[in-house]
């Protein structure tokens, strides 16, 4: 298996930029998991999906921050407008059921 | 609410054993996992308990007090590969669906 994947790899944008994040989990999983990971902040968990239904989005820091599963094989973490503060490492991570999960190589985010 | 501690920093040389402590706070516990993530990269799983006692994986064992709330990762015969962040992560159980909480993570150094 390919593993979880992520794109893109980088982004540098401008403030007050859209942002698009996108991710595919591994085949088979029903759970996805959206994370940011700071210096400041360590690994926040932002939302996560069973099913492609969102269960928890309790992590989202605000309104400009979305996420969608349109079907179990896509995932999308949108940020509109984006803000320095943004700026972080974002991972999303899958697995089956309670098992291990399994995290994609990440986002690196700079919004300037 | 809910916490994990564990140390910011912990060096050692090549070869020896090193024990990296949790401690956590939080209700709906349902395990305690460590994942290692080398600079750049991604977290990657090592071990679970979901029951009281030491789960052995090759040089990393992984123990766990429910009573006590308490958990370590124990690293043996380490190597310079080794040197990297160690995050305990506590499972919780919420409305029936299970998310990870990571902890702040420990810098592993190995020096030769």
């Known amino acids: 298996d390919a593993g979880v994947i992520q794109s893109p790899r980088h982004e540098v944008t401008e403030m007050g930029q859209e942002v698009t994040l996108r991710c595919k989990p591994i085949s088979g999983h029903d759970y996805l998991f959206w994370y940011r990971q700071t210096m400041m902040r360590g690994l926040e968990l932002l939302i996560y999906f069973n099913n492609n239904v969102p269960i928890d989005d309790s992590g989202m820091p605000e309104d400009r921050f979305s996420a969608k599963m349109p079907n179990a094989s896509f995932s999308t973490l949108k940020i509109q407008p984006s803000e320095p503060r943004d700026s972080a490492v974002y991972f999303c991570a899958s697995s089956r059921g309670a098992d291990t999960q399994y995290f994609g190589p990440g986002t690196r985010l700079t919004v300037l | 609410g809910q916490s994990l501690e564990q140390p910011s920093e912990v060096t050692a040389v090549e070869g020896a054993i090193v024990q990296i402590n949790c401690t956590y706070q939080t209700s709906g516990f349902y395990g305690l996992s460590w994942y290692q993530q080398h600079d750049g990269g991604a977290p990657t799983f090592l071990s679970y308990?979901?029951?009281?006692g030491l789960e052995e994986t090759g040089r990393f064992s992984s123990f766990l007090s429910r009573s006590d709330s308490y958990g370590y990762l124990l690293l043996q015969e380490l190597q310079m590969k080794d040197s990297a962040s160690y995050f305990c992560a506590v499972s919780r159980m919420n409305t029936g669906f299970q998310k990870l909480v990571f902890g702040t993570g420990t810098r592993l150094l190995v020096s030769p």
């Open positions: 308990n979901a029951l009281d």
